[in-house]
DNA sequence: AACTGGACCA
DNA sequence: TGGTCCAGTT
C-alpha cells in the first residue's frame, strides 16, 4: 500500500505543469523516503529529476518501493480539476497497480477522486553524478526566468559565464547581441540576493529552448540554484519548501570552432 | 398591444445568452400572466422552458395572447448594444407584429430603440409532465458549472447519483475515473447550502455536452436544482429572481450492456 | 500548447 | 482596483 497526502495540492500540480511539456511518460517512483521522479525529455537532451521526501507530506506510507507509470498530460487534465486549497491523497496498491487514486478535499462538502490510469514504463537507470561543482550560483527565480526569456529573441544558443563578480548571459545573434550581467550581493531580502559560490570561473554554451522549458518550474520557489562545472551537464534546481527539489541537467553545447 | 418593462435589462440578456447556443429560433409566449419560451434545441434533443411572470416586470400590459417568433443569435446581437444598468421596454402589437421593439433606458441622457424581425415559428406543443421527482437537490450555480466543465475532460457521459448523503458527479474515460461528492450540509450560508430532498436514491447518465449547455445559465442565480426520477429526463432548474425560472430537460443516456 | 483578452471575485 | 480564472484564438 502506497499512500500519501499533500496538504497543499498546487505543489504537485505545479510540478507536473513544470515536467510535461519535457517528459510525456514518467514513473512516480515511490520508497519509505520520498517520491522521486527521473526521466531524460522525449528528445534524450536534458533530464529531470524530482524529489519530494516523505516528511513534506502530511501522511506518509509505503510499505513497498514501486514505481508507478503515469503519463503527465493526462495527470494534468486530472489536476485542472484541483480547487484552489485543495489537498492531495494519493493512494496505489503495491502489486502492480492499474491506478493511482487520488482524493481531491477543500471544503468539507466536495470531496473528488479519480483514477489515473498507469502504464509501464520502463526505467533508463540514469547516473546523476553527485560531484562538487565549480560554480554555483542562486538568484532570483523570477528574474531567471525573464532573462532567459527575453534573450531568446536573439538566439538560441545562450553563453553563461560564472566569475568572482557575478554571473552573465550572453547571446550572439542575427540582429545583435545581449549581455546580462547579474551582479554578486548580500540583499537584505533573501528575494533579491544573489550568491555565489565558485572555485575557479566557469563559461559554457547552453540552448535557450530547454532553459525555458526549465523555467516553468518557476511557480515553485522563490530562488533558483545554477550549478556548472566544464565539460558537464549544468543543474537548474529549484527547491521546493518542505520536500525537496525540482532539478533540470543539460548538457552544454560544444564551441564550434 | 404589448408592452413589458423589465428594470434590470441583464436578465433578459443573460436568458438569451443562456440559450441561444442550444435555440436558434424560438417564441416570446406573451399573455396576461407572463412571457415563456419553450423550445427544444437544434437537435430536439434537450429542452428549454423560461418563465417570466408578469409580477416581475414594472409595467406589464398584455391585452391579448401572443406568440412573438424571434431569432435568438440577432436578439443576441441587439442586447449587445445594451448598457451596464439600462432597463428594456418590450413593446408589440397585437395583431400578428412584424417587430419587436425594444428600449434601453439607462442614464438619462440615452435612450436607444431597436426593431427585431420577428418570424412565424410553429409552436410544437410539448407536453411537460408536472410530476413529482424522486430526488432534488439544490447546490450552488457555481460549483455545478464547474464539475460539469471539469469532468468533461475524462469522457461523454457522466453518471449522476443521488441519495441521502449527497450527490455524486461520475465519470469513466480512457484515461481514468473521476467521481465528484457534494455532501448534503446545512451551511449558514445560503450560498454553499446543499440541500437534498428524496423518496429513494436515484442514479442516471446524462452527456456531458449538453450538461454544460446547461450552465451556461449560471449567471442568472446563485443556485441550481437539479430534479430526477427513473427513466425520466432531469430538470436543471435555475430560479430567476422575481421574474420565475430558466429550466432544462435533458433525457438520460440509456444504459448500454 | 501558449498567449491573449475578457469576466468575475476579492 | 488588482488578481485570478476561463474561453477563444493562433
Known sequence: MFEAQMQDGKIFKAIIEAIKDLVQDCNLDCSEEEVAIQSMDSAHVSLVAVRLSAGGFSNYRCDRPNSLGINTANMSKILKMLGKDDSITFKAEDESPDNLTMLFEGGKTTIADFDLKLMDIEAEQLGIPDTPYQCTVQMNADEFQRIVRDLQVLG????????????????????????????????????DRVTITMDEPVELNFALR???????????????????????????????????????????KIEED
Chains 1, 2 share one sequence.
Open 156 to 191: 538560441d544558443t545562450c553563453t553563461i559565464s560564472c566569475g568572482k563578480e557575478g554571473i552573465r548571459f550572453s547571446v550572439t545573434g542575427n540582429i545583435g547581441n545581449g549581455n546580462i550581467l547579474i551582479r554578486s550581493n548580500d540583499e537584505q531580502n533573501e528575494k
Open 210 to 252: 530547454y532553459l525555458n522549458f526549465f523555467t516553468k518550474a518557476t511557480p515553485l520557489s522563490s530562488s533558483v540554484i545554477i550549478s556548472m562545472s566544464p565539460d558537464v551537464p549544468v543543474v537548474v534546481e529549484y527547491p521546493i519548501e518542505d520536500f525537496g527539489h525540482i532539478k533540470f541537467y543539460l548538457a552544454p
